[in-house]
Protein backbone atom coordinates (compact mmCIF):
# COMPACT_ATOMS: atom_id res chain seq x y z
CA UNK A 1 0.00 0.00 0.00
CA UNK A 2 1.98 2.96 -1.17
CA UNK A 3 0.44 5.29 1.03
CA UNK A 4 1.65 4.00 4.15
CA UNK A 5 5.12 4.23 2.92
CA UNK A 6 5.09 7.42 4.86
CA UNK A 7 8.98 7.92 6.08
CA UNK A 8 9.43 8.41 9.95
CA UNK A 9 12.83 10.17 10.48
CA UNK A 10 14.29 12.58 11.81
CA UNK A 11 15.02 16.16 9.75
CA UNK A 12 18.88 15.38 11.15
CA UNK A 13 18.61 12.17 9.29
CA UNK A 14 16.87 13.86 5.83
CA UNK A 15 19.45 17.08 6.29
CA UNK A 16 22.65 14.69 6.47
CA UNK A 17 24.93 15.33 8.85
CA UNK A 18 27.94 17.85 9.51
CA UNK A 19 31.24 16.25 8.42
CA UNK A 20 29.98 13.42 5.84
CA UNK A 21 31.84 12.76 3.14
CA UNK A 22 28.67 11.78 0.81
CA UNK A 23 28.71 13.97 -2.51
CA UNK A 24 24.98 15.59 -2.37
CA UNK A 25 22.56 13.93 -3.75
CA UNK A 26 24.07 10.28 -3.89
CA UNK A 27 21.02 7.82 -3.73
CA UNK A 28 20.53 3.97 -2.65
CA UNK A 29 18.28 1.78 -3.00
CA UNK A 30 17.33 -1.44 -0.21
CA UNK A 31 15.03 -4.26 -1.24
CA UNK A 32 14.48 -6.13 1.57
CA UNK A 33 13.58 -10.13 1.71
CA UNK A 34 12.79 -12.24 4.38
CA UNK A 35 11.52 -12.01 7.46
CA UNK A 36 10.67 -9.11 9.94
CA UNK A 37 13.73 -8.87 11.90
CA UNK A 38 15.15 -8.28 8.14
CA UNK A 39 12.19 -5.74 7.54
CA UNK A 40 13.05 -3.81 10.65
CA UNK A 41 17.12 -4.35 10.02
CA UNK A 42 16.54 -2.58 6.72
CA UNK A 43 14.85 0.22 8.40
CA UNK A 44 18.32 0.69 10.60
CA UNK A 45 20.24 0.72 7.52
CA UNK A 46 18.25 3.13 5.84
CA UNK A 47 18.87 5.19 8.94
CA UNK A 48 21.90 5.09 8.92
CA UNK A 49 22.70 5.87 5.36
CA UNK A 50 20.05 8.90 5.50
CA UNK A 51 22.40 9.92 8.12
CA UNK A 52 25.16 10.08 6.01
CA UNK A 53 23.31 12.14 3.46
CA UNK A 54 22.03 9.55 1.24
CA UNK A 55 18.89 9.99 0.09
CA UNK A 56 16.55 6.51 -0.92
CA UNK A 57 15.01 6.05 -4.48
CA UNK A 58 12.52 3.40 -5.40
CA UNK A 59 14.28 1.52 -7.77
CA UNK A 60 17.63 0.72 -8.53
CA UNK A 61 18.40 2.30 -12.40
CA UNK A 62 18.47 5.96 -10.45
CA UNK A 63 20.66 4.21 -7.35
CA UNK A 64 24.25 4.56 -6.57
CA UNK A 65 24.21 2.22 -4.09
CA UNK A 66 21.72 -1.03 -4.46
CA UNK A 67 21.69 -2.97 -1.39
CA UNK A 68 19.78 -6.25 -1.00
CA UNK A 69 18.87 -7.30 2.52
CA UNK A 70 18.61 -10.65 2.21
CA UNK A 71 17.13 -14.24 3.64
CA UNK A 72 18.26 -17.66 3.26
CA UNK A 73 15.70 -19.81 6.33
CA UNK A 74 14.75 -21.76 2.94
CA UNK A 75 16.42 -22.35 -0.72
CA UNK A 76 13.52 -20.57 -3.15
CA UNK A 77 14.57 -17.36 -0.41
CA UNK A 78 18.02 -17.58 -0.79
CA UNK A 79 17.56 -18.36 -4.54
CA UNK A 80 15.79 -14.89 -5.30
CA UNK A 81 18.46 -12.52 -4.35
CA UNK A 82 20.96 -14.67 -6.79
CA UNK A 83 18.39 -13.71 -9.79
CA UNK A 84 18.25 -10.34 -8.68
CA UNK A 85 21.82 -10.10 -8.81
CA UNK A 86 22.05 -11.69 -12.07
CA UNK A 87 19.92 -8.93 -13.25
CA UNK A 88 22.63 -6.35 -12.40
CA UNK A 89 24.92 -8.12 -14.35
CA UNK A 90 27.07 -5.52 -16.44
CA UNK A 91 26.69 -5.88 -20.22
CA UNK A 92 30.12 -7.39 -20.91
CA UNK A 93 30.65 -9.51 -17.58
CA UNK A 94 30.15 -13.28 -17.82
CA UNK A 95 26.91 -14.92 -19.02
CA UNK A 96 26.72 -17.81 -16.49
CA UNK A 97 24.12 -17.75 -14.30
CA UNK A 98 24.57 -16.67 -10.92
CA UNK A 99 24.56 -19.71 -8.76
CA UNK A 100 25.07 -19.83 -4.92
CA UNK A 101 27.86 -22.14 -3.32
CA UNK A 102 25.64 -24.47 -2.02
CA UNK A 103 23.93 -24.51 -5.48
CA UNK A 104 27.30 -24.81 -7.22
CA UNK A 105 28.31 -27.74 -4.57
CA UNK A 106 25.50 -29.51 -6.05
CA UNK A 107 24.73 -30.86 -2.44
CA UNK A 108 20.94 -29.29 -2.89
CA UNK A 109 20.50 -28.51 -6.51
CA UNK A 110 18.07 -31.69 -7.04
CA UNK A 111 15.88 -29.95 -4.05
CA UNK A 112 15.70 -26.90 -5.52
CA UNK A 113 14.94 -28.22 -9.10
CA UNK A 114 12.25 -30.57 -7.79
CA UNK A 115 10.81 -27.54 -5.05
CA UNK A 116 9.63 -25.96 -8.29
CA UNK A 117 7.13 -28.41 -8.85
CA UNK A 118 5.70 -28.42 -5.44
CA UNK A 119 2.37 -26.61 -3.99
CA UNK A 120 3.38 -22.95 -3.31
CA UNK A 121 3.00 -21.69 -0.17
CA UNK A 122 0.75 -19.05 -0.16
CA UNK A 123 2.35 -15.95 0.95
CA UNK A 124 1.10 -13.34 3.48
CA UNK A 125 2.51 -9.98 4.49
CA UNK A 126 3.34 -8.17 7.81
CA UNK A 127 3.78 -12.06 9.69
CA UNK A 128 6.52 -13.65 11.25
CA UNK A 129 8.69 -15.98 9.20
CA UNK A 130 7.43 -14.85 5.58
CA UNK A 131 9.18 -14.16 2.54
CA UNK A 132 6.80 -11.28 1.64
CA UNK A 133 6.50 -10.63 -1.62
CA UNK A 134 6.88 -6.90 -2.52
CA UNK A 135 4.49 -5.32 -5.56
CA UNK A 136 7.58 -3.51 -6.58
CA UNK A 137 9.67 -6.82 -6.83
CA UNK A 138 7.02 -8.11 -9.59
CA UNK A 139 8.99 -9.04 -12.95
CA UNK A 140 6.75 -6.86 -15.02
CA UNK A 141 8.05 -3.99 -12.98
CA UNK A 142 11.46 -4.65 -13.04
CA UNK A 143 13.82 -3.57 -15.37
CA UNK A 144 17.04 -5.43 -15.89
CA UNK A 145 20.34 -2.81 -14.93
CA UNK A 146 23.82 -2.39 -15.63
CA UNK A 147 26.21 -2.72 -12.57
CA UNK A 148 28.60 -0.54 -14.65
CA UNK A 149 28.56 3.22 -14.09
CA UNK A 150 30.14 3.10 -10.39
CA UNK A 151 27.12 1.51 -8.98
CA UNK A 152 27.76 0.37 -5.58
CA UNK A 153 26.33 -3.17 -5.38
CA UNK A 154 25.73 -4.67 -1.68
CA UNK A 155 24.60 -7.75 -0.65
CA UNK A 156 23.61 -7.98 3.06
CA UNK A 157 21.91 -10.15 5.99
CA UNK A 158 21.65 -13.91 5.88
CA UNK A 159 22.66 -14.89 2.57
CA UNK A 160 26.14 -12.56 2.59
CA UNK A 161 26.94 -14.56 6.30
CA UNK A 162 26.14 -17.84 4.67
CA UNK A 163 27.55 -17.58 1.11
CA UNK A 164 30.75 -14.84 2.25
CA UNK A 165 33.10 -13.72 -0.22
CA UNK A 166 32.05 -16.69 -2.49
CA UNK A 167 29.46 -13.90 -3.58
CA UNK A 168 32.24 -11.97 -5.08
CA UNK A 169 33.21 -14.96 -7.20
CA UNK A 170 29.70 -15.52 -8.75
CA UNK A 171 28.95 -11.86 -9.03
CA UNK A 172 31.99 -9.68 -9.42
CA UNK A 173 29.63 -6.85 -9.68
CA UNK A 174 29.30 -7.17 -6.01
CA UNK A 175 31.47 -4.99 -3.85
CA UNK A 176 29.64 -5.19 -0.66
CA UNK A 177 28.92 -8.51 1.55
CA UNK A 178 27.92 -8.25 5.01
CA UNK A 179 26.45 -9.91 7.47
CA UNK A 180 23.48 -8.82 10.49
CA UNK A 181 25.55 -9.06 12.97
CA UNK A 182 28.44 -6.41 11.42
CA UNK A 183 26.01 -3.90 10.41
CA UNK A 184 27.54 -1.24 12.67
CA UNK A 185 30.43 -0.85 10.56
CA UNK A 186 28.18 0.15 7.56
CA UNK A 187 29.30 3.41 7.43
CA UNK A 188 32.40 2.60 7.62
CA UNK A 189 32.52 0.00 4.34
CA UNK A 190 30.61 2.20 2.36
CA UNK A 191 33.29 5.27 3.13
CA UNK A 192 35.83 2.52 2.18
CA UNK A 193 34.27 2.10 -0.90
CA UNK A 194 33.85 5.45 -1.83
CA UNK A 195 37.61 6.27 -0.84
CA UNK A 196 38.27 3.43 -3.86
CA UNK A 197 38.32 0.03 -2.04
CA UNK A 198 36.77 -2.69 -4.88
CA UNK A 199 35.37 -5.03 -2.07
CA UNK A 200 34.99 -5.04 1.75
CA UNK A 201 32.88 -7.54 3.99
CA UNK A 202 31.75 -7.48 7.37
CA UNK A 203 31.15 -10.98 8.49
CA UNK A 204 32.31 -11.41 11.94
CA UNK A 205 29.35 -13.01 14.09
CA UNK A 206 31.88 -13.17 17.55
CA UNK A 207 30.01 -9.85 18.35
CA UNK A 208 28.57 -9.02 21.70
CA UNK A 209 26.99 -6.12 20.14
CA UNK A 210 23.18 -5.42 19.16
CA UNK A 211 22.44 -3.23 16.24
CA UNK A 212 21.19 0.21 17.79
CA UNK A 213 21.29 4.05 15.64
CA UNK A 214 20.37 6.88 16.28
CA UNK A 215 17.64 6.86 13.41
CA UNK A 216 15.67 4.64 12.30
CA UNK A 217 13.60 5.19 9.15
CA UNK A 218 10.41 3.46 9.67
CA UNK A 219 8.40 2.47 6.54
CA UNK A 220 4.98 1.69 9.30
CA UNK A 221 4.16 4.33 10.73
CA UNK A 222 1.38 2.89 13.00
CA UNK A 223 3.64 0.06 14.51
CA UNK A 224 7.04 0.77 15.44
CA UNK A 225 9.28 -2.55 15.55
CA UNK A 226 11.89 -3.37 17.65
CA UNK A 227 14.86 -5.40 18.07
CA UNK A 228 15.52 -6.82 22.00
CA UNK A 229 17.33 -9.98 21.02
CA UNK A 230 19.54 -10.46 17.91
CA UNK A 231 20.92 -13.92 16.78
CA UNK A 232 19.88 -17.43 18.24
CA UNK A 233 21.27 -19.81 20.66
CA UNK A 234 18.71 -23.01 19.95
CA UNK A 235 20.76 -24.70 17.72
CA UNK A 236 17.22 -26.27 15.94
CA UNK A 237 18.64 -29.42 12.90
CA UNK A 238 17.16 -27.76 10.06
CA UNK A 239 18.04 -23.78 10.51
CA UNK A 240 20.76 -21.72 9.41
CA UNK A 241 19.38 -18.70 11.78
CA UNK A 242 22.51 -19.52 14.50
CA UNK A 243 25.11 -19.36 11.29
CA UNK A 244 23.83 -16.24 9.91
CA UNK A 245 22.89 -14.64 12.87
CA UNK A 246 25.15 -15.34 15.46
CA UNK A 247 24.81 -16.31 19.38
CA UNK A 248 21.67 -14.63 21.52
CA UNK A 249 22.80 -11.00 22.33
CA UNK A 250 20.23 -9.06 24.01
CA UNK A 251 19.58 -5.22 24.37
CA UNK A 252 19.90 -3.62 27.95
CA UNK A 253 15.76 -2.87 29.19
CA UNK A 254 16.63 0.73 30.07
CA UNK A 255 17.56 1.29 26.30
CA UNK A 256 14.63 -0.50 25.27
CA UNK A 257 12.64 1.55 27.29
CA UNK A 258 13.90 4.58 26.36
CA UNK A 259 13.26 4.09 22.67
CA UNK A 260 10.27 2.95 23.54
CA UNK A 261 9.31 6.67 25.51
CA UNK A 262 10.57 8.17 21.94
CA UNK A 263 8.32 6.52 19.93
CA UNK A 264 5.29 7.25 22.22
CA UNK A 265 5.95 10.67 21.92
CA UNK A 266 6.99 10.42 18.41
CA UNK A 267 3.02 9.20 18.27
CA UNK A 268 3.32 6.08 17.84
CA UNK A 269 1.08 3.36 19.89
CA UNK A 270 1.66 0.50 18.82
CA UNK A 271 4.92 -0.82 19.30
CA UNK A 272 6.40 -5.15 18.46
CA UNK A 273 9.34 -6.67 19.99
CA UNK A 274 11.20 -8.36 17.63
CA UNK A 275 13.96 -11.63 18.12
CA UNK A 276 14.12 -14.95 16.34
CA UNK A 277 13.28 -15.84 19.97
CA UNK A 278 12.31 -12.92 21.55
CA UNK A 279 10.99 -14.43 25.19
CA UNK A 280 14.58 -15.37 25.27
CA UNK A 281 15.33 -11.88 26.09
CA UNK A 282 18.18 -11.87 29.00
CA UNK A 283 18.88 -8.29 30.27
CA UNK A 284 22.02 -7.68 30.24
CA UNK A 285 21.93 -5.15 32.85
CA UNK A 286 22.08 -4.71 36.53
CA UNK A 287 18.28 -4.71 36.47
CA UNK A 288 18.47 -8.12 35.08
CA UNK A 289 14.25 -7.63 33.61
CA UNK A 290 12.86 -10.89 32.54
CA UNK A 291 10.90 -11.06 29.35
CA UNK A 292 7.54 -11.01 31.18
CA UNK A 293 8.80 -7.63 33.11
CA UNK A 294 9.97 -5.66 30.27
CA UNK A 295 5.99 -6.58 28.18
CA UNK A 296 4.78 -5.18 31.21
CA UNK A 297 7.28 -1.88 31.51
CA UNK A 298 6.54 -1.68 28.07
CA UNK A 299 3.02 -1.95 28.41
CA UNK A 300 3.40 0.92 31.13
CA UNK A 301 4.94 3.09 29.04
CA UNK A 302 2.30 6.66 28.54
CA UNK A 303 1.17 6.67 25.03
CA UNK A 304 1.36 2.75 24.32
CA UNK A 305 -1.66 1.23 23.86
CA UNK A 306 -0.43 -1.65 21.96
CA UNK A 307 2.20 -4.26 22.63
CA UNK A 308 3.37 -7.38 20.25
CA UNK A 309 6.21 -8.85 20.29
CA UNK A 310 7.40 -12.11 18.20
CA UNK A 311 8.64 -14.69 18.00
CA UNK A 312 8.41 -16.61 20.55
CA UNK A 313 10.36 -20.16 21.22
CA UNK A 314 8.15 -22.97 23.64
CA UNK A 315 10.96 -23.85 25.91
CA UNK A 316 11.21 -19.99 27.22
CA UNK A 317 7.37 -19.55 27.25
CA UNK A 318 5.88 -19.45 30.82
CA UNK A 319 2.96 -18.48 32.88
CA UNK A 320 4.52 -15.23 33.77
CA UNK A 321 3.56 -14.40 30.11
CA UNK A 322 0.21 -15.03 30.35
CA UNK A 323 0.07 -13.25 33.35
CA UNK A 324 1.33 -10.53 32.27
CA UNK A 325 -1.25 -10.26 29.16
CA UNK A 326 -3.84 -10.96 31.49
CA UNK A 327 -3.19 -7.82 33.87
CA UNK A 328 -2.01 -5.39 30.56
CA UNK A 329 -4.90 -5.00 28.32
CA UNK A 330 -2.30 -2.98 26.10
CA UNK A 331 -0.33 -6.37 25.54
CA UNK A 332 -1.88 -7.62 22.50
CA UNK A 333 -3.86 -10.95 22.96
CA UNK A 334 -1.76 -12.76 20.53
CA UNK A 335 0.84 -15.46 20.71
CA UNK A 336 2.77 -16.97 17.94
CA UNK A 337 4.34 -19.97 19.02
CA UNK A 338 6.31 -22.02 16.48
CA UNK A 339 5.47 -25.89 16.96
CA UNK A 340 7.23 -27.03 13.69
CA UNK A 341 5.68 -30.88 14.11
CA UNK A 342 3.25 -32.56 16.16
CA UNK A 343 5.23 -35.87 16.57
CA UNK A 344 7.46 -36.09 19.47
CA UNK A 345 9.98 -38.42 17.16
CA UNK A 346 9.84 -35.71 14.70
CA UNK A 347 10.67 -32.68 17.51
CA UNK A 348 13.40 -34.87 18.88
CA UNK A 349 15.35 -35.12 15.37
CA UNK A 350 15.05 -31.44 14.97
CA UNK A 351 15.87 -30.80 18.04
CA UNK A 352 13.37 -28.52 19.49
CA UNK A 353 13.86 -28.96 23.36
CA UNK A 354 10.26 -30.07 24.01
CA UNK A 355 8.03 -32.69 23.38
CA UNK A 356 4.30 -32.84 22.20
CA UNK A 357 3.13 -32.86 25.40
CA UNK A 358 5.12 -30.26 26.69
CA UNK A 359 4.08 -27.85 23.82
CA UNK A 360 0.39 -28.76 24.33
CA UNK A 361 0.96 -27.83 28.46
CA UNK A 362 2.14 -24.06 27.01
CA UNK A 363 -0.83 -23.98 24.09
CA UNK A 364 -3.17 -24.90 28.00
CA UNK A 365 -1.80 -21.74 30.25
CA UNK A 366 -3.15 -19.38 27.60
CA UNK A 367 -5.92 -21.66 26.76
CA UNK A 368 -6.60 -20.74 30.87
CA UNK A 369 -5.63 -17.11 30.86
CA UNK A 370 -8.50 -14.74 31.73
CA UNK A 371 -8.73 -13.05 28.29
CA UNK A 372 -8.84 -15.23 25.27
CA UNK A 373 -5.45 -15.35 23.51
CA UNK A 374 -4.99 -16.16 19.77
CA UNK A 375 -2.49 -18.57 18.99
CA UNK A 376 -0.57 -18.67 15.69
CA UNK A 377 2.25 -20.97 14.71
CA UNK A 378 4.99 -22.38 12.19
CA UNK A 379 5.04 -25.78 11.13
CA UNK A 380 7.51 -27.82 8.67
CA UNK A 381 6.46 -30.82 6.69
CA UNK A 382 8.57 -33.89 5.51
CA UNK A 383 11.25 -33.45 7.67
CA UNK A 384 13.79 -36.58 6.88
CA UNK A 385 12.12 -39.14 8.73
CA UNK A 386 8.84 -38.14 9.00
CA UNK A 387 6.14 -41.23 8.98
CA UNK A 388 2.89 -40.77 7.75
CA UNK A 389 2.00 -41.22 11.25
CA UNK A 390 3.84 -38.36 12.22
CA UNK A 391 2.44 -36.10 9.95
CA UNK A 392 -0.83 -37.35 10.96
CA UNK A 393 0.18 -36.06 14.56
CA UNK A 394 0.91 -32.76 13.07
CA UNK A 395 -2.78 -33.03 11.72
CA UNK A 396 -4.17 -33.65 14.34
CA UNK A 397 -2.55 -31.32 16.84
CA UNK A 398 -3.99 -28.45 14.35
CA UNK A 399 -7.60 -30.30 15.58
CA UNK A 400 -6.57 -30.04 18.89
CA UNK A 401 -4.94 -26.36 19.52
CA UNK A 402 -7.08 -24.52 16.91
CA UNK A 403 -4.58 -22.33 15.93
CA UNK A 404 -5.83 -18.99 14.55
CA UNK A 405 -3.57 -19.07 11.54
CA UNK A 406 -0.12 -21.07 10.80
CA UNK A 407 2.68 -20.77 8.91
CA UNK A 408 3.48 -23.82 6.86
CA UNK A 409 6.75 -24.89 5.11
CA UNK A 410 8.18 -28.23 3.22
CA UNK A 411 11.38 -28.85 4.79
CA UNK A 412 14.19 -26.98 2.82
CA UNK A 413 17.61 -28.69 3.24
CA UNK A 414 19.99 -25.98 4.14
CA UNK A 415 24.32 -25.46 4.31
CA UNK A 416 25.78 -26.37 7.32
CA UNK A 417 22.92 -27.73 9.17
CA UNK A 418 22.57 -30.91 11.25
CA UNK A 419 19.41 -32.36 8.94
CA UNK A 420 21.32 -31.93 5.89
CA UNK A 421 22.74 -35.45 6.44
CA UNK A 422 19.45 -37.17 8.23
CA UNK A 423 18.48 -39.94 6.35
CA UNK A 424 15.21 -41.16 4.90
CA UNK A 425 14.96 -37.76 2.67
CA UNK A 426 10.93 -36.95 1.82
CA UNK A 427 10.28 -36.73 -1.99
CA UNK A 428 9.18 -33.05 -3.33
CA UNK A 429 6.26 -34.30 -4.57
CA UNK A 430 5.07 -35.90 -0.49
CA UNK A 431 6.26 -32.57 0.76
CA UNK A 432 3.84 -31.00 -1.35
CA UNK A 433 1.13 -33.34 -0.57
CA UNK A 434 1.22 -32.95 2.75
CA UNK A 435 1.72 -29.20 2.98
CA UNK A 436 -1.78 -29.28 1.08
CA UNK A 437 -3.61 -31.42 2.83
CA UNK A 438 -2.09 -29.43 6.43
CA UNK A 439 -3.13 -25.99 4.77
CA UNK A 440 -7.08 -27.32 3.81
CA UNK A 441 -7.23 -28.37 6.94
CA UNK A 442 -6.27 -25.76 8.59
CA UNK A 443 -8.23 -23.67 6.30
CA UNK A 444 -11.06 -25.21 7.63
CA UNK A 445 -10.66 -24.50 11.05
CA UNK A 446 -9.95 -20.82 10.64
CA UNK A 447 -13.45 -20.46 8.74
CA UNK A 448 -15.22 -21.91 11.39
CA UNK A 449 -13.26 -20.32 14.17
CA UNK A 450 -13.70 -16.71 12.36
CA UNK A 451 -17.10 -17.94 11.87
CA UNK A 452 -18.05 -17.31 15.41
CA UNK A 453 -16.46 -13.89 15.72
CA UNK A 454 -19.48 -12.85 13.48
CA UNK A 455 -21.99 -10.17 15.26
CA UNK A 456 -18.58 -9.63 17.80
CA UNK A 457 -17.27 -5.97 18.20
CA UNK A 458 -13.68 -5.47 17.98
CA UNK A 459 -11.06 -2.45 18.88
CA UNK A 460 -9.02 -2.24 15.74
CA UNK A 461 -6.13 0.47 14.79
CA UNK A 462 -6.83 1.27 11.17
CA UNK A 463 -3.91 1.30 8.87
CA UNK A 464 -5.35 0.92 5.66
CA UNK A 465 -7.66 2.26 3.16
CA UNK A 466 -8.74 0.84 0.15
CA UNK A 467 -9.33 2.93 -3.15
CA UNK A 468 -12.89 2.50 -3.08
CA UNK A 469 -14.78 4.78 -0.95
CA UNK A 470 -16.05 3.95 2.31
CA UNK A 471 -13.55 1.02 2.37
CA UNK A 472 -10.39 0.92 5.38
CA UNK A 473 -8.79 -2.05 6.61
CA UNK A 474 -6.97 -2.46 10.15
CA UNK A 475 -5.50 -5.41 12.95
CA UNK A 476 -7.61 -6.59 15.76
CA UNK A 477 -5.04 -6.67 18.79
CA UNK A 478 -5.31 -10.56 18.18
CA UNK A 479 -4.02 -9.45 14.83
CA UNK A 480 -6.74 -10.41 12.45
CA UNK A 481 -7.11 -8.07 9.49
CA UNK A 482 -10.68 -6.27 9.22
CA UNK A 483 -11.31 -4.63 6.57
CA UNK A 484 -14.82 -2.18 7.15
CA UNK A 485 -16.62 0.49 6.29
CA UNK A 486 -16.95 3.99 7.52
CA UNK A 487 -18.33 6.94 5.72
CA UNK A 488 -16.09 8.77 7.71
CA UNK A 489 -13.04 11.24 6.00
CA UNK A 490 -9.72 10.31 7.83
CA UNK A 491 -9.01 7.18 10.11
CA UNK A 492 -5.74 6.38 9.25
CA UNK A 493 -4.12 5.66 12.39
CA UNK A 494 -7.03 5.82 14.77
CA UNK A 495 -8.72 3.16 16.93
CA UNK A 496 -12.52 2.18 16.42
CA UNK A 497 -14.73 0.04 17.48
CA UNK A 498 -15.91 -2.53 14.29
CA UNK A 499 -18.88 -5.22 14.22
CA UNK A 500 -18.24 -7.83 12.42
CA UNK A 501 -20.68 -8.73 9.37
CA UNK A 502 -18.71 -11.65 7.90
CA UNK A 503 -15.79 -13.85 8.41
CA UNK A 504 -13.08 -15.54 5.45
CA UNK A 505 -9.99 -18.09 6.47
CA UNK A 506 -7.86 -15.21 6.74
CA UNK A 507 -9.97 -11.75 7.30
CA UNK A 508 -13.19 -10.27 8.34
CA UNK A 509 -15.47 -8.03 7.08
CA UNK A 510 -17.83 -5.16 9.58
CA UNK A 511 -18.79 -2.03 9.71
CA UNK A 512 -17.73 0.72 12.13
CA UNK A 513 -19.83 1.38 15.45
CA UNK A 514 -17.98 3.43 17.38
CA UNK A 515 -14.68 4.92 18.03
CA UNK A 516 -12.56 4.44 21.23
N1 LIG B 1 12.95 -25.60 5.96
C1 LIG B 1 11.64 -25.23 6.04
N2 LIG B 1 11.19 -24.32 6.91
C2 LIG B 1 12.09 -23.75 7.74
N3 LIG B 1 11.95 -22.84 8.72
C3 LIG B 1 13.16 -22.60 9.25
N4 LIG B 1 14.10 -23.35 8.64
C4 LIG B 1 13.46 -24.10 7.70
C5 LIG B 1 13.88 -25.05 6.77
N5 LIG B 1 15.16 -25.42 6.67
C6 LIG B 1 10.66 -22.30 9.10
C7 LIG B 1 10.30 -22.63 10.55
C8 LIG B 1 10.49 -21.31 11.24
C9 LIG B 1 10.12 -20.33 10.16
C10 LIG B 1 10.58 -18.95 10.36
O1 LIG B 1 10.69 -20.89 9.00
O2 LIG B 1 8.96 -23.02 10.60
O3 LIG B 1 9.69 -21.17 12.40
FE1 LIG C 1 16.01 -21.29 13.91
FE2 LIG C 1 15.26 -22.81 15.98
FE3 LIG C 1 16.56 -20.48 16.41
FE4 LIG C 1 14.02 -20.45 15.52
S1 LIG C 1 14.71 -21.25 17.50
S2 LIG C 1 15.74 -19.21 14.73
S3 LIG C 1 13.96 -22.25 14.18
S4 LIG C 1 17.39 -22.29 15.41
Known sequence: MADLKVGHYSEAAERGQPGMAVPQGETFYLETFGCQMNDHDSEKVAGVLLARGYRQVDGPEAAKVILYNTCSIREKAAQKVFSRL?????????????????????????????????????????????????????????????????????????????????????????????????????????????AGNRRVTGLDTDTDETFETEITRRDNPFRAYLTIIEGCDKACSYCVVPFTRGPERSRASASILEEVRQLAEEGYSEVQLLGQTVNSYADPSARKMRFSELLAAVAEVRGIRRVRFTTSHPRDFGKDIVEAIETHPTICDHVHLPVQSGSTAVLRAMARTYSREEYLEKIALMKAARRPISITTDMIVGFPGETEKDFEETLNLLDEVQYDSVFAFKYSPRPNTPSLRMPDAIPEEEKGRRLAILMDRQREIQR??????????????????????????????????????????????????????????????????GRT
Open 86 to 194: GELRPATGDQRPVASEEERSGELRAAATRAQAGVPVPQKSAQPGMVVPREANHPSQRKIVNAGGGKIIGVLGCVAQQEGEGIFERAPWVSLVCGSASYRKLPQLIAELE
Open 448 to 513: VRNERTVGETFEVLVDGKSRRENQWSGHTSSNRVVNFTSPEQELLGDYVQVKVTMAMPNSLVGEMV
